[in-house]
């Protein structure tokens, strides 16, 4: 590969406008009919999730950051995590086979930090809204995905994957004990306020057709129907019955967080700019081979854990590992314009379009080693992806696309 001039992430932010994308505002988004028991069923979730502060920050994106002491997380709402005791810090990391080093250290600065942080022994969590709930379709659906938000490899049926479209690369059939890899970010457009695009990991066991699909994920995502906005933001997920009840985005609950620096769902800044600056940051994840919890590192921060205890198959380990893009639109209303990644196809290359590069993962002897075998699927008018190997960058992808197009109707 041709010599890059490249930036790594230490994600300098610049302010961030914050600019409600609510048709008619905020105020539109509440439904006129809806009745006092429907009002009542909002503010107790509200004050479901949103613990009491022991300090507040006002974030110049909009946003509203609540220092929650760790001890009260929503982590600890889960039925499983009732008396669960807060790992502070992992037993042990994954080894690096190139240098024999953990992950260097790079730091990550989100717009809430112009105006402070969290003090010890708190995290930072990104408030919830009223605006924020009455944007999902329904209280019982607030942060969380809809089935089929990962791609099935064995039955491409529509009751499955509708409305969903890929651009991912994939290792699998071996026991996987977690992954790393440096993720490019952009900020995509959006065409409907009800589609998101993102870029993620998936970590993966189990399946669609027996309702036990187990997944851990994260990444960034621009999601204006659930963060009133189109910042590029930091996002984790999780479910062990295929997306049906169980998991959710970012802290509603079962992920437990460690750190007071970084607020998972915050907004993430500078983008990357085509013809210009590219910025990247690096996402860990690695089963405590003694504690047996799975480890999320972003970054030079290591921010917590998901118990393993939440899970059936990935108790014990991952059987596959994905990389790439996901756009999510309504079904019935035709092939969307959202973009994926920078928008643009891979064959673009550096600097117009998106990668993800330094894929690894983690083998059963706890070393990061680069994928055997990986392929690809994609939606090849709408969006696509390529993969490479290489001395500098391991094994990487380009991969996104404009969605709807002349070859993609």
């Not at 600019?19 to 009542?40: D, I, K, V, Y």
């Not at 969903?164 to 004990?177: F, I, K, L, N, V």
């Amino acid at each position: 590969m041709a010599a890059r001039a490249w930036f790594i992430l230490g994600l300098v932010v610049a302010p961030v406008v914050f600019a409600s994308l609510l048709e008619g505002g905020a105020a539109a988004a509440r439904p006129p009919s809806m009745t006092q028991q429907q009002r009542q069923q909002v503010q107790s979730l509200l004050r479901r999730l949103n613990k009491p502060p022991v300090a507040t920050i006002q974030s110049p994106d909009g946003d509203i950051i609540d220092c929650v002491h760790i001890s009260k997380q929503p982590a600890f709402d889960h039925p499983l995590l009732k008396n669960h005791t807060i790992q502070m810090r992992p037993f042990s990391y994954p080894r690096d086979l190139h240098n024999g080093s953990n992950i260097a250290p790079q730091p990550i600065t989100q717009p809430w930090h112009q105006n402070g942080r969290c003090p010890e022994n708190t995290i930072p969590i990104r408030r919830t809204k009223e605006e924020d709930v009455l944007r999902a379709s329904s209280i019982s659906m607030f942060g969380k995905k809809r089935p089929g938000s990962i791609l099935n490899h064995n039955s491409l049926e529509q009751s499955v994957t509708s409305g969903h479209e890929w651009a991912t690369a994939s290792s699998s059939g071996d026991r996987y004990y977690g992954t790393k890899a440096t993720f490019n970010l952009w900020q995509p457009n959006i065409e409907r306020s009800g589609d998101f695009s993102l870029t993620q990991l998936w970590i993966i066991k189990g399946s669609y057709s027996g309702n036990d699909l187990n997944t851990i994920e994260a990444g960034w995502q621009v999601y204006p129907g659930m963060y009133g906005d189109r910042n590029p933001r930091l996002f984790i997920y999780w479910t062990r019955d295929a997306y049906n009840h169980t998991g959710c985005y970012n802290l509603c609950s079962g992920f437990v967080q460690t750190n007071n620096q970084i607020a998972i769902g915050g907004s993430l800044s500078p983008v990357s700019t085509y013809g210009g600056t590219q910025y990247e940051f690096s996402i860990l994840i690695w089963k405590d081979q003694q504690g047996g919890n799975w480890w999320l590192q972003v970054g030079g921060y290591v921010l917590g854990y998901w118990p393993s205890s939440l899970f059936t198959y990935l108790a014990d380990s991952a059987s596959r590992v994905d990389w790439g893009g996901e756009v999510a639109s309504n079904p019935n209303a035709g092939q969307t314009a959202t973009q994926m990644g920078s928008g643009h196809f891979p064959v673009e290359w550096f600097g117009k379009a998106s990668y993800i590069r330094n894929i690894q993962l983690v083998n059963p002897s706890n070393y990061l080693q680069s994928p055997s075998g990986v392929s690809t699927v994609q939606q090849r008018n709408c969006y696509n992806v390529q993969n490479y190997v290489d001395s500098n960058w391991g094994t990487y992808i380009f991969y996104g696309g404009p969605g709807r197009n002349p070859n993609c109707p």
